[in-house]
């Protein structure tokens, strides 16, 4: 209640602040010698925390209420420049001409052995620990543009951005802008919220997409780390710095007569991910105002970035504390030479209030917030709010978009051969021919067809309807799903399958595609899936009860009956047969079942849903079920009750290396049939897949008393930069180490009644084994022994893909 009194409140205070009499001052600022403009230079509002940074045309734009104010434009290598101003209407022509320094500045005395710059550094840290013992809350505004550049125009769904390929050699153009104004709170030691009061997007872009901000996503070179795509990166200020960037003086500069060191900085092995680019420190108070950065070829994983540029800028407020007042991204890319494409971020930060005491209750597990009304926010209300000016650049890839998008579209605008689904609108989809044929022993060759509409009713609802029709079984299959979504940020679901269709048996125990199994059994005629029909349906119910606590309740009722081969086609083995498939027990059963999901992780509010983040920290999610079967209550013919639990997440280890594991047990007390039993997940032969035992194939081992342990390592390439093997490092090899382990028993109750003759691992199995793959290649070689219960396939190679 008190986060909602929050959120009305800020809407109140924005909607006010609308009325007041505020003024806009705009111009531009440029060097005097060449009427260059002056990229991202800092105007400051004398004795107040307001502020700005110019665009990279030199443009700048300032909201004020009326009043009279000096305004201070500075630039390092210029001679700062102050402007005194009655403010009572806008002024749109308040422009700077900034002069260079001619301060004569001392040589740096270098004496043999020193490095003048190291002393400066260590007094940087000096004051940033100072800093940061002083500076214990804060609040800011900021205002944030993101820019996509591409060769082509992109298409955006919900949670994605598409980028055409192509060979095409010309230079990328805007092809998607999103703007949106926040405001932010800390609160020592790691506090943070950020609330977006608005925002708005070329119409190529949904809203949902457009959370970026000025606080959590900027990175703030201060901090000890800095995080770039989930890798933290040691700053120039970080307490290990001296020992892992080399550091030299480039150049003495000064703003007015302050003299400014210009320092270049490097890791020291050129293995170790990190910046590389200058940092600018102030003489005799070492503070740092500057960062113009970049990240090293060791930090860009797989060299899919061709440059990744950072510039940051901090001022001093309340005489006594350094904070960030602008932040530039620049990310060009160029990805195996199909698709070239650019991001760009410019951030401004402002109007702090330092160490004002709030209120705990603003933070909480939502990081990011979106207010309800962010995206309502109509020209008026942009016109009025303090902003980044557009580029010409800008303002013509706005028109274009939206001239674009007003363009009529057809069916076979969204066609491709390759896709398993057409779009016919933002909400419905249709099969596509890839996705409209399937192979396998049972059906023999049979057609598909599904229509899907998404998200309809604001974002509340989905529904599905999957038929087919198998030439060889004669039979005729459907699906039928719907999903309704409630509560402010969708947290509650009521889910409902009714079906009638050709179910595979374990199938929670293998993630092969249909192309996979269709394939597989087309060419090598080679069946490595047992099948079974079922008919029923399930309704179920789940949702947040707390931030961290998730419930859920559902009803299954399902007929299960034995499918049997239907057809011996193949394309090239005619005389060779299919295995037979496995019986089931044929039942009717009824269960009812409730679980829990606990999850640590932030999440972000993006105005529809909550979506868990991680930024690249480590976490464990804990889930649990109860599953029950009665003949006397539910009428079903099997009497059992199953247990289950689930451990998993990913620690951060050793340097930018990850460890994920996962942890299941189940534990079965009366009859289970045989297609309920849990199958240990194998592989097909020459494939793998991740969190599976590599050596054993599918369905060899199945019971209803498991504990199972997979436990994978990504090294990345860290060990091969730990043993200096430069060349594997140069490459960028990744490689990953993993240890599996399974104890598997089947009670008594079940082992009498089910049909096959199964495989169990009474004591512990175990296996390892490790792979070599490249961030570019969806593929990874993989190999994996077994430890014990040796006998055939002692030794598996593998291909390791998430495409199969």
Not at 256 to 282: A, C, H, L
Not at 473 to 491: A, E, H, Q, V
Not at 579 to 600: C, H, Q, R, W
Request: aromatic content about 14%; cysteine-free.
């Amino acid at each position: 209640m008190k986060i909602l009194l929050l959120i009305l409140s800020l809407t109140l205070i924005s909607s006010i602040s609308f009325s007041q009499t505020d003024f806009f001052v705009r111009g531009s600022i440029m060097d005097a010698d060449n009427a260059a403009a002056l990229s991202f230079a800092n105007i400051r509002v004398s004795k107040t925390s307001l502020g700005t940074s110019a665009n990279q045309e030199g443009k700048y734009e300032l909201k004020l209420p009326k009043g009279d104010y000096s305004l201070i434009v500075s630039y390092i290598g210029f001679v700062s420049d102050t402007v005194f101003l009655k403010l009572d209407a806008d002024k749109n022509d308040i422009n700077f001409t900034l002069y260079r320094t001619n301060v004569d500045l001392p040589e740096i005395v270098i004496l043999p052995g020193e490095n003048p710059a190291l002393e400066i550094i260590r007094k940087a840290i000096v004051k940033k620990n100072k800093r940061n013992t002083l500076l214990n809350y804060y609040k800011f505004e900021s205002y944030t543009k993101g820019l996509v550049k591409s060769q082509n125009e992109i298409s955006a769904g919900n949670n994605s951005v598409g980028i055409g390929i192509g060979s095409d050699s010309s230079e990328l153009k805007i092809t998607g802008i999103l703007e949106n104004k926040s405001v932010g709170y800390f609160k020592k030691p790691d506090n943070f919220k950020e609330i977006i009061l608005a925002r708005k997007q070329s119409s190529n872009f949904p809203a949902s997409i457009n959370i970026l901000t000025g606080g959590r996503f900027i990175q703030n070179f201060y901090d000890d780390d800095v995080n770039f795509f989930g890798n933290d990166l040691p700053g120039p200020l970080s307490e290990d710095a001296l020992d892992y960037y080399y550091f030299y003086i480039q150049n003495t500069l000064a703003i007015d007569d302050r003299r400014v060191f210009q320092i270049y900085m490097s890791p020291d092995d050129k293995n170790d991910p990190g910046f590389e680019g200058s940092i600018f420190i102030t003489d005799s108070s070492f503070d740092l105002i500057k960062v113009d950065v970049q990240l090293n070829r060791a930090a860009n994983t797989g060299g899919i970035l061709d440059t990744i540029n950072i510039f940051q800028q901090f001022s001093l407020f309340d005489e006594f504390v350094y904070m960030p007042v602008d932040y530039r991204l620049f990310i060009k890319a160029n990805f195996l030479g199909l698709a070239k494409f650019g991001f760009e971020m410019n951030t401004i930060l402002y109007d702090y209030k330092i160490n004002d005491r709030m209120n705990d209750d603003i933070f909480n597990k939502a990081i990011i917030t979106v207010l309800p009304d962010a995206d309502e926010k109509d020209s008026t209300y942009w016109l009025t709010s303090q902003t980044i000016p557009n580029t010409i650049e800008e303002q013509l890839a706005y028109e274009r978009i939206d001239s674009l998008k007003n363009i009529p579209t057809n069916f076979w605008d969204d066609f491709s051969i390759f896709s398993t689904k057409i779009n016919l609108s933002e909400n419905t989809s249709l099969s596509a021919p890839l996705g409209m044929y399937h192979f396998n022993s049972i059906e023999g060759h049979a057609i598909d067809y599904g229509i899907w509409l998404y998200e309809l009713n604001n974002r509340r609802m989905s529904l599905s309807l999957n038929t087919g029709y198998g030439f060889s079984d004669k039979k005729f299959k459907w699906n039928f799903s719907s999903r309704t979504l409630l509560g402010d940020y969708r947290t509650i679901s009521l889910n409902l399958n009714l079906y009638n269709k050709l179910k595979i048996l374990f199938d929670k125990s293998e993630n092969y595609n249909e192309l996979t199994s269709t394939l597989v059994s087309l060419i090598s005629k080679y069946e490595f899936r047992d099948y079974y029909y079922s008919q029923g349906g399930r309704i179920n119910f789940e949702g947040e009860v707390f931030p961290i606590l998730k419930l859920r309740l559902e009803f299954d009722h399902t007929k299960d009956l034995t499918a049997e081969n239907k057809t011996n086609v193949s394309l090239f083995y005619d005389k060779k047969t299919y295995k037979a498939n496995l019986p089931i027990n044929e039942a009717t059963i009824n269960s009812v079942s409730s679980g829990f999901t606990i999850d640590f992780r932030d999440y972000i509010e993006d105005g529809y849903f909550r979506n868990r983040v991680a930024f690249g920290k480590s976490f464990v999610l804990l889930s649990g079920d109860v599953t029950y079967s009665s003949g006397d209550f539910l009428k079903s013919d099997f009497d059992f009750t199953t247990y289950e639990l689930r451990l998993n997440g990913t620690l951060q280890n050793f340097r930018n290396s990850s460890l994920r594991f996962l942890i299941y047990g189940m534990y079965n007390d009366g009859t289970l049939p045989y297609q309920k039993l849990f199958s240990l997940p194998g592989n097909i032969n020459l494939t793998s897949q991740e969190f599976t035992f590599r050596t054993l194939n599918l369905n060899q081992v199945v019971g209803d008393r498991v504990l199972t342990i997979n436990i994978e390592q990504n090294w990345n390439d860290e060990i091969f930069k730990t043993l200096n093997l430069s060349f594997l490092s140069k490459v960028q090899l990744q490689l990953n180490t993993f240890i599996n382990m399974a104890i598997v028993e089947t009670g008594k109750n079940t082992g009498s009644i089910v049909p096959n003759n199964i495989n169990s691992f009474p004591h512990p199995f175990y296996e390892v084994g490790f792979g070599i793959g490249h961030p570019l290649i969806p593929l990874k070689i993989e190999f994996a022994w077994k430890l014990n219960y040796r006998g055939e396939k002692n030794y598996r190679v593998g291909i390791s893909s998430f495409i199969f």
